[in-house]
């Protein structure tokens, strides 16, 4: 989809953004199949945009031979590259050129490090298809250092590791997620994650019934600006073959799957899902590719050998549709909503927010105003980092964390008063934390202060909706100030207040909402 054609509907989206469900895409999309050079009667899997510039993804095409069957035996799936330009025209597919590619295995499955751009792929045997986790490192300049084998257990001997999916942690560890027939499973091929350090992956986790069953799941992509992890599974109840679902979180800690629009999956295979573009105003997905072989997918004489690469894009009529709508929900339908909201939800502070060097507990400053004060701090404190990667990740935490999750409690808040107007009473708890940078009573009145903060954000929530449920105690804030809190790793800024560790845990966090 050309960049130019979504503008003019960014403010269809930003009205439907707080309609949709935490957790994954419920607008509507079309799917178009990519024509020839890009799709053949072999199979193409896994499209991934590096960069903005290069539309990578693997294909076994058709080796030359009279026999029309097209099987896995016939040939090597192989990584192919083509340059996208300015104008979103995307050149002739060539092969690799990073050199990734075997001659005698199976190479594709690609993944990117959002930070340091370290490529992960898999490499499986061509008789066995048993598959394993290899990484190149991105060099300085262009082009990325020869291909390893990923050490530690994620290659396991006599079992699959497969299909990567890469993210950061909060406090920028690489976390890899992947496929496996391991033992410890639910059952068929389960997703997994570990984490990395120094090319090497630490002990492997089954991310658990929220998100795997006992058939397979495959081919998982981590969208890291929203939270979500795309995958696509076999299990009962969905429109035929492999559909696509989503679930919110990290590590193993997860909202329960849900399938994805309907538009996007179909009664064939849908796998493969990734996204090359978010609107810059909302976050939103609003473009990306799958692989699929629908009906008008090429093969040669069996569809079920082959899939092809397919476009998904906003489809804007359908949103403006959507908007004309009565977009009234059920109460029922909220309730559930918010019982799947990921808790906690994590607030942020500037040091010393709200009002600096007092001691009183109590404030007259809302959050949005400490929220506002700091979102304007962004490039002081990536200017204040050591080195390239660290300033990422504090631009990564300003996105995600500052921005991303006051977005979520605005959420929050409007699906309180849909329950309170319902004649539900409310209860929610927070609790608060400073960075260990002064003494312990004046911590503790910083605490207070935050979440006094936070119940300012309440009382004027909607010019004053909510006071008279806080005065009937239909809606009561538990609060538990907890005082400084010691970082889990050691700062790395010129200036510790500036540090990454520091700004996680200047924070207030919303542990529950209890619907009664």
Same mark, same amino acid.
């Given at each position: 989809?050309?960049?130019?054609?979504?503008?003019?509907?960014?403010?269809?989206?930003?009205?439907?953004?707080?309609?949709?469900?935490?957790?994954?895409?419920?607008?509507? =999309?079309?799917?178009?199949?990519?024509?020839?050079?890009?799709?053949?009667?072999?199979?193409?899997?896994?499209?991934?945009?590096?960069?903005?510039?290069?539309?990578?993804?693997?294909?076994?095409?058709?080796?030359?031979?009279?026999?029309?069957?097209?099987?896995?035996?016939?040939?090597?799936?192989?990584?192919?590259?083509?340059?996208?330009?300015?104008?979103?025209?995307?050149?002739?597919?060539?092969?690799?050129?990073?050199?990734?590619?075997?001659?005698? %295995?199976?190479?594709?499955?690609?993944?990117?490090?959002?930070?340091?751009?370290?490529?992960y792929f898999t490499r499986g045997d061509v008789e066995?298809?048993?598959?394993?986790? =290899?990484?190149?490192?991105?060099?300085?300049?262009?082009?990325?250092?020869?291909?390893?084998?990923?050490?530690?257990?994620?290659?396991?001997? $006599?079992?699959?590791?497969?299909?990567?999916?890469?993210?950061?942690? @909060?406090?920028?560890?690489?976390?890899?997620? #992947?496929?496996?027939?391991?033992?410890?499973?639910?059952g068929g091929m389960d997703i997994w994650y570990t984490?990395?350090?120094?090319?090497?992956?630490?002990?492997? +986790?089954?991310?658990?019934?929220?998100?795997?069953?006992?058939?397979?799941?495959?081919?998982?992509?981590? %969208?890291?600006?929203?939270?979500?992890?795309? #995958?696509?599974?076999?299990?009962?109840?969905?429109?035929?073959?492999? %559909?696509?679902?989503?679930?919110?979180?990290?590590? !193993?800690?997860?909202?329960?799957?849900?399938? +994805?629009?309907?538009?996007?999956?179909?009664?064939?295979?849908?796998?493969? #899902?990734?996204?090359?573009?978010?609107?810059?105003?909302?976050?939103?997905?609003?473009?990306?590719?799958?692989?699929?072989?629908?009906?008008?997918?090429?093969?040669?004489?069996?569809?079920?050998?082959? !899939?092809?690469?397919?476009?998904?894009?906003?489809?804007?009529?359908?949103?403006?549709?959507?908007?004309?709508? %009565?977009?009234?929900?059920?109460?029922?339908?909220?309730?559930?909503?918010?019982?799947?909201?990921?808790?906690?939800?994590?607030?942020?502070?500037?040091?010393?927010?709200?009002?600096?060097?007092?001691?009183?507990?109590?404030?007259?400053?809302?959050?949005?105003?400490?929220?506002?004060?700091?979102? @304007?701090?962004?490039?002081?404190?990536?200017?204040?980092?050591? !080195?390239?990667?660290?300033?990422?990740?504090?631009?990564?935490?300003?996105?995600?964390?500052?921005? $991303? !999750?006051?977005?979520?409690?605005?959420?929050? #808040?409007?699906?309180?008063?849909?329950?309170?107007?319902?004649?539900?009473?409310?209860?929610?708890?927070?609790?608060?934390?400073?960075?260990?940078?002064?003494?312990?009573?004046?911590?503790?009145?910083?605490?207070?202060?935050?979440?006094?903060?936070?119940?300012?954000?309440?009382?004027?929530?909607?010019?004053?909706?909510?006071?008279?449920?806080?005065?009937?105690?239909?809606?009561?804030?538990?609060?538990?100030?907890?005082? @400084?809190?010691?970082?889990?790793?050691?700062?790395?800024?010129?200036?510790?207040?500036?540090?990454?560790?520091? @700004?996680?845990?200047?924070?207030?966090?919303?542990?529950?909402?209890?619907?009664?």
């Amino acid at each position: 989809m050309n960049p130019k054609s979504i503008k003019p509907f960014l403010v269809a989206l930003a009205i439907l953004l707080p309609l949709l469900p935490e957790g994954g895409l419920r607008a509507q =999309y079309k799917v178009v199949h990519l024509e020839a050079p890009f799709n053949t009667p072999g199979s193409e899997t896994g499209a991934l945009v590096v960069g903005d510039t290069v539309l990578a993804f693997a294909s076994m095409r058709k080796p030359e031979s009279r026999n029309r069957h097209f099987n896995m035996g016939d040939g090597v799936m192989q990584v192919y590259q083509a340059r996208i330009a300015k104008s979103g025209k995307i050149a002739r597919p060539r092969l690799d050129r990073w050199g990734i590619n075997s001659r005698k %295995d199976h190479t594709g499955n690609l993944a990117l490090d959002p930070l340091t751009q370290d490529l992960y792929f898999t490499r499986g045997d061509v008789e066995t298809l048993r598959s394993e986790i =290899y990484y190149a490192k991105k060099k300085k300049r262009r082009g990325w250092e020869k291909p390893v084998k990923l050490k530690g257990p994620v290659n396991q001997p $006599g079992h699959t590791a497969t299909h990567p999916a890469v993210g950061r942690l @909060a406090d920028s560890t690489v976390i890899l997620y #992947f496929v496996s027939d391991r033992p410890g499973g639910l059952g068929g091929m389960d997703i997994w994650y570990t984490l990395i350090k120094n090319g090497k992956s630490g002990e492997c +986790v089954n991310l658990g019934p929220m998100v795997n069953s006992t058939a397979d799941e495959y081919t998982p992509f981590y %969208d890291q600006r929203n939270g979500v992890l795309y #995958f696509s599974s076999d299990r009962a109840g969905g429109l035929g073959g492999f %559909d696509i679902y989503c679930a919110a979180g990290q590590r !193993n800690t997860w909202q329960k799957a849900e399938p +994805v629009c309907g538009c996007l999956n179909s009664e064939q295979n849908d796998l493969y #899902f990734t996204i090359s573009q978010y609107d810059s105003a909302t976050s939103m997905p609003i473009a990306g590719y799958l692989s699929s072989n629908r009906p008008d997918s090429y093969f040669l004489t069996d569809s079920t050998c082959c !899939n092809d690469l397919y476009r998904w894009g906003v489809d804007t009529l359908a949103l403006l549709r959507t908007v004309a709508m %009565d977009t009234v929900e059920p109460v029922d339908t909220v309730v559930q909503r918010v019982r799947r909201f990921m808790f906690p939800l994590f607030l942020y502070f500037h040091n010393d927010d709200p009002d600096p060097r007092s001691h009183e507990p109590l404030t007259e400053t809302t959050y949005p105003e400490c929220q506002r004060r700091y979102a @304007a701090l962004r490039h002081d404190y990536m200017a204040r980092q050591d !080195n390239a990667i660290d300033s990422a990740m504090m631009d990564l935490f300003f996105d995600t964390c500052v921005v $991303g !999750n006051y977005e979520r409690v605005e959420q929050l #808040f409007e699906y309180v008063e849909n329950l309170l107007d319902a004649g539900h009473s409310i209860t929610i708890t927070i609790a608060g934390y400073a960075s260990p940078l002064s003494n312990s009573e004046y911590n503790r009145h910083l605490s207070r202060r935050r979440i006094g903060s936070f119940i300012n954000m309440i009382r004027a929530w909607h010019n004053g909706v909510f006071l008279d449920a806080l005065t009937d105690g239909k809606l009561f804030v538990e609060q538990k100030p907890h005082g @400084a809190v010691e970082p889990t790793t050691e700062s790395r800024s010129k200036d510790p207040v500036y540090g990454l560790p520091a @700004a996680l845990a200047r924070r207030i966090e919303i542990l529950s909402c209890e619907i009664r």
